[in-house]
């Protein structure tokens, strides 16, 4: 499968592409949730499990299940360091070996690495930080997210759009103030369901009876069955209380053509940020904008952050270079990403300590 490259669009037939773009979120939450979305789709349930099973091979699906909310389940960060060139590889792993880190890309800039680590609790997560700098010997920059103006990563990708959010309606946008010690406050049963889906749903025609399985056996230590009904029920609960932001195929924006992602970032007066976070967050080709805090003692002075994916890196710069003369005309720097070091769902290892 080659990615950037429209090879990808030559293996899915029209029943594949109404599944790919019409099913990154809305799966349905019941036992035998393929009935429904082969009735969508106009095939039987096996054959709707059976293709996505397929673009999941195929590196089209990059994950199936939930999308997990970080910041209000535990407490998350955006963080980086600058690693010399000819330490970068030993960098990169000592970082990718924490299960605490599910994304880390390679950046075109100083700040070379760029990783997420996402804990349980904010006291485990600068734990994981400490460690890093111990074991790297580099300082690290740490970013949590303080508001979240627009972050939507479900865009339609069977197209000849150049940006992700080209094809979508109007979007919700505002200003959502994040906490970085938020820690959900949940029954078992809904944290141990958690942990079950973290790492997605089972590719099974009966998914959530899977889980429920899977949480009995756990619990017992043998063999066994939890009633399906209380986790459908506790899924719809985490749905509700946003700790998971959305149920379906996760697509691999990569492989389907959107590799020329670019992260700026902007020096904004402080009060003008959410005025122009809103503003910005509601064009159709930015994909993610959100508020971080500057770091002025380590060199950072931006504090508004801008992700655009589009399919060619001389059309993200032309609406990078709009952005900056018609939405944000203030300092900013462009950060490519040039490699992809590690990307997984977050891990909640410690969420049912003391059950």
């Known amino acids: 499968m080659s990615q950037g490259t429209g090879e990808w669009r030559t293996r899915v037939d029209e029943v594949d592409a109404q599944l790919i773009d019409g099913f990154q979120s809305g799966f349905p939450v019941r036992e035998r949730p393929f009935e429904t979305v082969g009735e969508t789709l106009g095939v039987s349930a096996d054959e709707a499990l059976d293709r996505v099973r397929h673009l999941y091979d195929a590196g089209i699906f990059r994950r199936f299940g939930a999308v997990l909310n970080p910041p209000v389940i535990g407490s998350s960060t955006l963080a980086a360091v600058r690693a010399p060139e000819e330490r970068f590889d030993e960098v990169a792993e000592i970082i990718n070996g924490y299960q605490q880190v599910n994304h880390n890309y390679a950046r075109d800039h100083e ?19 400490a460690d890093i700098e111990a074991r790297t010997g580099l300082d690290v920059l740490v970013l949590p997210m303080l ?62 009876r899977d889980i429920a399985a899977a949480i009995a056996a ?11 009904a209380a986790v459908l029920d506790s899924v719809e609960r985490l749905r509700a209380g946003g700790c998971i932001k959305r149920i379906g195929c996760v697509v691999n924006h990569l492989v389907t053509g959107f590799d020329a992602n670019c992260m700026v970032v902007w020096d904004v007066p402080d009060d003008e940020l959410d005025e122009r976070g809103v503003a910005a967050g509601q064009l ?3 994909t993610l904008c959100y508020h971080r805090p500057r770091r002025p003692e380590q060199g950072w002075h931006y504090n508004l952050f801008t992700m655009i994916h589009g399919r060619e890196q001389a059309a993200v710069d032309g609406k990078v270079d ?10 900013h720097e462009r950060l490519y990403s040039t490699a992809t070091l590690k990307q997984t769902g977050a891990q909640y290892e410690n969420l049912v300590a003391g059950d």
């Open 111 to 129: 700040w070379n690495a760029w990783f997420v680590v996402t804990a349980a609790s904010r006291e485990r997560r600068d734990g994981i930080i």
């Open 284 to 286: 159709p080709y930015v």
């Open 147 to 208: 508001t979240d103006y627009y972050i939507d990563l479900e865009f339609p990708v069977v197209n000849g759009d150049r940006f992700a959010r080209e094809s979508l309606q109007e979007t919700d946008v505002d200003a959502t103030t994040i906490s970085e010690s938020a820690v959900a406050d949940l029954p078992a049963l809904d944290r141990r369901v958690l942990l079950e889906i973290q790492d997605g749903f089972p590719l099974s025609a009966t998914p959530y």
């Open 322 to 331: 709009e952005l900056a003369a018609e939405y944000l005309p203030f300092d």
């Open 218 to 228: 756990e619990a017992n230590g043998t063999t066994g069955s939890t009633d399906v």
